[in-house]
Each structure stands twice: as structure tokens, then as C-alpha cells.
């Protein structure tokens, strides 16, 4: 076992229920696979989608079993750079209204403006932060949880919003810089002249810098009564989402290990403002405490359950210090920690580690 705190990309359990991309999004792998001739079923194996996208509506497709689909059209059409050549197929279809309201949209930064509020349509595993810096346009995507690190998905997750971007635009936008958080293709070129720019790989988060200028762009695709319809149909549909009770809990899920990651103490108000703050969820404390209430659970138990995922991932996964790992997870008194790990698996933290070192399985990233 490696001494890195690096883990292996996370497989589909550890994602909490309710979280990823969009099912219309994901199955766009299914389609290039199936417009390459190549029978698609095993892709929407790998995604657990339904043969039919009309049963798409709700349903979500974690980064990990992403990964793993692009992974498999990888080794079906022999081609180490799937995910740019998927990501090549992505259309408004694939995003749903919102990708028919960023298509009809006025300018640039009325459509970024949009993406930005409702991103969590598309996905609640990543949220794009985004400001102008000089001259430039940074775009900084933060991981709200555990994610692949492999350049088939994030080739994919980049090449497809810029691939879209440039369609919608029917310009040839070249960012100053793309920074990706896995390991290079053998081959970087492709992708290099794809971009069009700078990319620099092995970096600690995906980030893009573009010209602040492409705000300004008009749309050629323009068309104010279209934009005002799907704007509205895709903010009721974020409005129900965030008040979903599945959803609510995987949120908070998330933002509670992205508190624990920080170093931070997660308090059921820190978490609500965090989640307001970046869309995620219109409703105050108390109006989560209700809903958690409703499905019969509480925030001091999800606190738990987030505590007991991360550790354990970490005892199994990595060689950190026992200390560490118990103080990453918010407990100040190795004895203490000691004992919930007892009260989780009936063992020892060490005796997790040493199962963990003797039966885990999963591959190394890229």
C-alpha cells in the first residue's frame, strides 16, 4: 500500500444516493457508442440506466460509474481519447431545458450567468466557481466528494462544456490555460490541439482561464421568447430538485465531507449557508431540519454516517496516521474514534487497515 493520500478513483457505492450527472448527460457515452456501430448495452450497463431515455427524468449517474462507462466505449472502439471523442456528441438534448435555454440565450454572460445558478441540474458531484481575473475568465471546478481521476472522465467533462460552447457560439474559443487533475494520455496531442491552448496535467483541481471577453459574445442562436420558456421550465425543475428529499440528503451529504476535507467543524447552519450560497438549496436551517425530520433522519446522524464514509476510506485506502485520519473525521481523542470504529465494523481501526490492505481490489488511476 502506497504512502500517498492519493485513493483510488471511488467505486459506485461510495457515492451517496441522489448525487452525479444528469442521466440525459451520461447516456451521451451510449450514443457515441451506438453511432459508431458498436452495440451500446454494455455502457448502459456500466451507467444502471434503462434501454429508454424517456425514463431519464430524475435520475442520476455518479462520476465513478461515468468514468468506468467511458472506460468500457474505451476499450470497445480501441480509442484512448473517448472522452474527447464523446464529449464531440453533446447537444442541448444531452442537458435538457437547461441546455436549451444556454442555446437561446443573448449573450455569453447571460448564459454563464444561468449555468452558474442551476449547475446542479447537470451535476451535484462538481460546482463550477466562476470569476473574471484581469483579463481573464477562471473557471474552478470544486469536487464535492470523492471523484475519478482518470483523463477519459475528465477529458470528457472538459472537452464537452467548451465543445458546447463553441457550437452554441459557432466560434473557435481557445482558453489561456486548461489545468486537469489526473494523469497525461501517452499521446497528449489530441487533446492539446483540441484546446487549442496551454493544458497542464496533475494539477490539484480542473481549472480553466479564458479570455473575459467571451462574455460579451452575442449569440447567433438568440431567441428571447425560446430562452424566457426553458430558463423558466429549468428553474422549476432546480426548484424541485433542491426540495427533493433524496437530493436534500445528498447534498448535505456532500457538503458536509467537502467541510471535513477543509479542515472545518460542520454545523448544520455552516452547511445550509455553504449550500445557499452556491444554489444548491433555497431553504434556511430550519426549513432542512424539517425536511431531514420528514425522511426520518437528523444532521447530527448524517454527520455521523459522513464521518464513518471518510474514515473508513481512509483506513482502507491510504497509510495516514490513525491520528490524522481521527482528527480529519472530527473526533479530538484517538479513544474516541477507537470506539466508533468498533461501533461501526466490530473491529479496530488497525484491523480495518490490515482487511483493507489484504482484500481491496480496485485498480490504481490512470
Known amino acids: 500500500m502506497s504512502s500517498s493520500t492519493a485513493v483510488p478513483s471511488p467505486s459506485p457505492a461510495s457515492a451517496p444516493a441522489g448525487s452525479g450527472f444528469s442521466a440525459s448527460f451520461a447516456r451521451v457515452v451510449a450514443d457515441y457508442v451506438l453511432a459508431q456501430g458498436q452495440d451500446a448495452q454494455p455502457i448502459l450497463d456500466t451507467l444502471a440506466l434503462p434501454a429508454s431515455p424517456t425514463q431519464d427524468e430524475g435520475r442520476r449517474v455518479p462520476a465513478c460509474r461515468l468514468s468506468l462507462a467511458l472506460a468500457t ?4 472502439l480501441g480509442d484512448e481519447h473517448i472522452g474527447l471523442h464523446v464529449a464531440g456528441l453533446v447537444r442541448p438534448t444531452h442537458l435538457g431545458s437547461l441546455g436549451y435555454a444556454l442555446l437561446s440565450c443573448t449573450v455569453g454572460g447571460d448564459g454563464l450567468a444561468l449555468f452558474e445558478q442551476l449547475q446542479s441540474l447537470l451535476c451535484t458531484e462538481l460546482r463550477g466557481h466562476f470569476k473574471v481575473v484581469g483579463p481573464h475568465l477562471e473557471a474552478r471546478h470544486e469536487a464535492l466528494g470523492p471523484l475519478p481521476h482518470d483523463y477519459h472522465f475528465w477529458s470528457f467533462f472538459t472537452a464537452s462544456r467548451l465543445g458546447f460552447a463553441r457550437w452554441v457560439s459557432g466560434r473557435e474559443l481557445v482558453p489561456a490555460l486548461v489545468e486537469l487533475p489526473c494523469e497525461p494520455p501517452a499521446n497528449t496531442r489530441p487533446f492539446e490541439d483540441f484546446i487549442g491552448g496551454p493544458v497542464r496535467f496533475r494539477a490539484t483541481q480542473c481549472r480553466e482561464l479564458m479570455p473575459a471577453d467571451w462574455l460579451a459574445w452575442t449569440n447567433p442562436n438568440a431567441d428571447p421568447p425560446v430562452h424566457e420558456l426553458m430558463s423558466a421550465m429549468a ?7 433542491v426540495q427533493d428529499a433524496d437530493t436534500l440528503k445528498a447534498l448535505v451529504q456532500q457538503a458536509i ?5 477543509r479542515g472545518e467543524s460542520p454545523t448544520l447552519d455552516l452547511i445550509c449557508t455553504e449550500l445557499a450560497e452556491n444554489g444548491l438549496s433555497a431553504g434556511p436551517a430550519r426549513h432542512v431540519q424539517r425536511q431531514l425530520a420528514a425522511q426520518g ?6 454527520l455521523e454516517d459522513a464521518r464513518k464514509q471518510r474514515a473508513l476510506m481512509q483506513l482502507r485506502l491510504t497509510d495516514l496516521p490513525l491520528a490524522r485520519i481521527a482528527a480529519e473525521a472530527g473526533y479530538a481523542e484517538a479513544s474516541s474514534f477507537h470506539r466508533a470504529v468498533r461501533r ?15 482484500h481491496n481490489t480496485t485498480p490504481p488511476s490512470p
Open 73 to 76: 466505449a474505451s476499450r470497445l
Open 235 to 241: 428553474r422549476r425543475q432546480w426548484q424541485v430538485r
Open 257 to 261: 465531507l467537502l467541510a471535513l476535507d
Open 297 to 302: 433522519l437528523n444532521f447530527k446522524g448524517l
Open 344 to 358: 461501526w465494523t466490530g473491529m479496530t481501526p488497525m484491523a480495518v487497515r490490515e482487511a483493507g490492505a489484504g
